[in-house]
């Protein structure tokens, strides 16, 4: 019976997983799935609760109400993996595999720029997420409580206008309003920017929806601010240049969302192969050389054959591999091989808010309410991939 360790409930772990379910069932191998929680959280709902429109519940899962009957569940933080020994240790496990699964997401990336790490606040997880919220609203209240009324309380900077930025912008609408009912503040007093080194906004949609995205935000007194390339961060201010000249954008929150790396553990476990957390894998998303070890989600960077670069990372690649790797060992447990891992792009939705969107996807172009119910579709569809439909129709907010 061989041992198969899956590290990470993410997308691309929980997706190898329940593609795994038959050869636990018949018993041709024995599956350990680790996690740091006892829960899956939907990482890309995740700007929903930073902005505090919804609540971690909606978008966790726990792992023991996931997995199916013969599955070995261990809670905990993956520190060390030794690839000669094959032995992967948690901070109180030691784990030996045959066959192991690397899944485990994302961290932030702050290019080394000068005070990031310690002044801005990541969208990395369902933690720092509710760290955003809660500062959001204790400035919100500072300020209705302060009779000094420093402008800097109630406004809020976002370093990256990337889709996770945009996405996030875009809930802030519906909390400054919510907050400022609440705390009784006039709603034209609140500052929110959007900032991004880039020229040019939501470059993988046609110019006409990045303007309509735009748009929308900015009719919504958001100031997107392009060309500023960000150089620091203290405790309240962003320093940005633009067109060669420095300015500084203040507010008591600050958060970034302009980069991702893959895990450190990937940097740690192979140094000559990987980069940033991310590793270039074969055509069959194992590690070069080490043919029991795959690789799933942020953490791989796959190139198709004739292609230069990787695929963006993304919940939908993420998926796709982890259905892919699950066959791939399926077939290798009896004695088939599999044909190269194909990816699928069914293209890109970008949420504004819970009722409008741009959509680029399955080869049509649209925009508004029913953009922003196919988000909604695909987002269910990703915890189907990697759950079931039951789970699916109860975690996501379609209607
Ligand atoms: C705000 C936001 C919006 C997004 N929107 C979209 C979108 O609309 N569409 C899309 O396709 N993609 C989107 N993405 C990107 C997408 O969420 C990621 O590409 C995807 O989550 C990657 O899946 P994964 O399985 O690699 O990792 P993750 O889903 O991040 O899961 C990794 C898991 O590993 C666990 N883990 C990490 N380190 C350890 C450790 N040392 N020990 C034990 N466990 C550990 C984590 O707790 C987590 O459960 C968005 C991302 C963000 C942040």
């Not at 045959?98 to 000068?114: A, K, M, N």
């Not at 070890?293 to 939908?316: H, K, L, N, S, W």
Request: proline share 2%; charged share 25%; aromatic share 8%.
């Amino acid at each position: 019976m061989k041992n198969i360790v899956i590290l990470g409930a993410g997308y691309g772990g929980l997706t190898t997983l329940k593609g795994l379910n038959g050869v636990v069932k018949n018993g041709q191998a024995k599956v350990t799935i680790v996690n740091k929680n006892s829960y899956h959280y939907d990482t890309v709902n995740l700007h929903e609760v930073s902005a505090g429109n919804i609540k971690r519940d909606e978008i966790c899962l726990e792992i023991k109400d996931i997995v199916e009957p013969g599955v070995n569940f261990v809670q905990d933080e993956v520190i060390k993996i030794d690839t000669e020994k094959k032995v992967v240790y948690t901070k109180k496990h030691e784990l030996d595999y045959d066959l192991l699964v690397v899944g485990l997401g994302f961290e932030t990336q702050t290019f080394g720029i000068e005070g990031m790490l310690d002044n801005a606040l990541p969208i990395t997880d369902i933690v720092a997420a509710e760290k955003i919220s809660e500062k959001i609203e204790s400035n919100f209240k500072k300020y209705a409580e302060s009779t000094e009324k420093d402008v800097k309380d109630i406004s809020i900077v976002v370093g990256g206008t990337g889709l996770a930025g945009i996405e996030f912008l875009a809930e802030l609408i519906d909390r400054r309003r919510e907050l400022c009912k609440k705390y009784g503040i006039d709603e034209k007093l609140v500052k929110i920017y959007g900032l991004d080194a880039a020229p040019v906004l939501l470059p993988m949609f046609e110019k006409s929806y990045s303007d309509y995205a735009r748009k929308y935000l900015e009719d919504n007194g958001i100031e997107i601010i392009l060309g500023a390339g960000i150089k620091g961060a203290t405790n309240d201010r962003f320093i940005v240049e633009i067109d060669g000249e420095r300015k500084e954008l203040l507010a008591s929150t600050l958060v970034w969302t302009a980069g991702v790396k893959g895990s450190r553990l990937m940097d740690a476990t192979f140094p000559e192969l990987a980069k940033n957390g991310r590793l270039v894998t074969t055509q069959q998303l194992t590690v070069p050389g080490l043919e029991e070890i795959y690789i799933v989600g942020d953490c791989a960077a796959f190139i198709e054959e004739g292609q230069e670069r990787p695929y963006p990372t993304t919940a939908q690649i993420a998926n796709q591999m982890g259905a892919y790797v699950s066959k791939h060992i399926t077939n290798r447990l009896n004695g088939n091989t599999t044909p190269n891992f194909k990816y699928i792009n069914r293209g890109v939705v970008c949420s504004l808010g819970h009722k409008n969107a741009i959509a680029d996807a399955m080869g049509l172009k649209y925009k508004g309410f029913f953009a922003a119910k196919t988000k909604k579709l695909i987002e269910a569809k990703a915890i189907n991939e990697c759950t079931n439909l039951k789970t699916a129709i109860r975690n996501q907010r379609i209607i």
